[in-house]
């Protein structure tokens, strides 16, 4: 499976910003994908991830009620719209793809995007 991720930047406090990680190569049955970020300084976290058929989500806690997660069908890709940015959100995000069952550890995922680096201004 490869990934392509884009959708960084820089924002403000309480903006918003939306990342996207198209998918292809290998059938994505059973599989979901997602993302983890990693600060400076910080092991790489879950942060959210969506099930191929869109029927199972999952979110940290850390970001539930502010990021969303959605697949466009069309186009094999996954939305993670980041609403009420914080501070303490800017990371590297990572887009990582892998059996469903297998989420949310990261050692256990097949297949990683290049990293997409979020910025936000207090």
């Known amino acids: 499976v490869q990934l392509q991720a884009s959708g960084g930047g820089l924002v403000q406090a309480g903006g918003s910003l939306r990342l996207s990680c198209a998918a292809s190569?290998?059938?994505?049955?059973?599989?979901?994908i997602g993302w983890f970020r990693q600060a400076p300084g910080k092991e790489r976290e879950f942060v959210s991830a969506?099930?191929?058929?869109?029927?199972?989500?999952f979110a940290a806690d850390a970001v539930k009620g502010r990021f969303a997660i959605s697949k466009h069908n069309a186009n094999n890709t996954i939305h993670l719209q980041m609403n009420s940015l914080k501070p303490e959100d800017t990371a590297v995000y990572y887009c990582?793809?892998?059996?469903?069952?297998?989420?949310?550890?990261?050692?256990?995922?097949?297949?990683w995007g290049q990293g997409t680096l979020v910025t936000v201004s207090s």
């Open positions: 190569g290998s059938p994505l049955d059973y599989y979901a």
């Open positions: 969506i099930s191929w058929d869109g029927g199972i989500k």
């Open positions: 990582a793809a892998g059996p469903t069952e297998n989420w949310p550890w990261p050692d256990r995922l097949d297949s």
